[in-house]
Every structure is written in C-alpha cells, then in structure tokens.
C-alpha cells in the first residue's frame, strides 16, 4: 500500500497538470485526499483497535487499489474528487489499523523494532514504488502518445499495487 499511494500522490498533481486543469482544481484535487482521512482517522482508531486487522486490511487494499485503478479513467473531475476522497478514507483506514495490528502481536521487548521495521519498510515501498514510476513515465511516454497517457497508465498500475497487496492481506491469521 505504500507503494500505490506513494506513486499517485507523486504523479497524480503533475498528471491534472499535464491535463490543463487549473492550479485551483489540482489543489482541491488534492486536498480531498487529505479530507477523507481526517473524516476516518479518529472514528477508525476506535473501531479497529478490537477488530481482527484482516479483513480490514484486505478491504482497504481492494477500495484503495480500485479507486487509483480506475482513477485516470472516470469521466469528469467532479468524479475524480469524489475518488480521490475516497482512497483518502481507505488508506487511513489501512494504516490505522496496522498500530493495534502489531501490538497484538509483539511481545513488549520487540515491539519498537517492529513498529520501527514496518514503517520501515512502508518507506522503502514508497521510495522503491515512486522510483520505478518514475522510470516508466518515462519509458511509455513514446510508445502511449505522450507524458500524460504514460502518467495515467502509471497511476491506474498503482491500483494494481494495492491490489496485490489484499491478496497478501488475506493469508494474514488474526483471530
């Protein structure tokens, strides 16, 4: 997850760009991301402090993974928005979850190096995922007919990410 959400919020404002939307609906663009984690975050640390994290996580993955998948593709930017506030909702839920997730399964003496390991290796997703978004942008340019056809195929491959990751999230046992 944190690759998929790394490569669309790296792209996604230069993608709106490249599609002569204005500073002001990139901007809006943005800040719905940012609007549907913070209607999540409290409400979703409550909930899912008791909840057994697979299916949450898997959940989150699929809405998130379909969203970016189908993101470069909705007809209008009103859609878009509405989109984007929803992946919003799913990746906050997903990393809300991930906290009670390792502390009910860590002893006390590990659960620094373990907490400090997952964010870990979120990061290394993030960087790792940007990274070779960034390459193929540039390597699809050519043969998709320009920057912004690469950057949709790019973002929309960021679902895929995510959705791979539900199929990891389901092999997850947590009673």
């Not at 690759?3 to 404002?13: E, N, R």
């Amino acid at each position: 997850m944190g690759a998929a959400s790394a490569v669309t919020m790296t792209f996604l404002a230069r993608w709106l760009n490249l599609l002569e939307h204005t500073k002001t609906e990139i901007g809006t663009f943005q800040s719905l991301d940012s609007w549907g984690k913070v209607a999540v975050a409290l409400p979703a640390a409550f909930v899912l402090a008791r909840r057994p994290a697979r299916g949450v996580f898997v959940t989150s993955a699929l809405i998130a993974g379909f969203v970016y998948l189908f993101l470069p593709f909705l007809p209008s930017l009103e859609w878009m928005y509405a989109a984007n506030f929803v992946a919003g909702l799913a990746m906050t839920v997903h990393y809300v979850a991930i906290a009670p997730f390792l502390f009910r399964h860590t002893r006390d003496e590990d659960r620094a190096a373990v907490f400090s390991l997952a964010e870990a290796a979120r990061t290394m997703a993030a960087v790792g995922g940007a990274a070779i978004a960034g390459f193929s942008v540039a390597r699809l340019a050519g043969p998709l007919g320009g920057e912004a056809a690469a950057t949709s195929a790019v973002i929309s491959g960021a679902g895929g990410f995510a959705l791979l990751g539900a199929l990891f999230y389901a092999r997850i046992h947590d009673p």
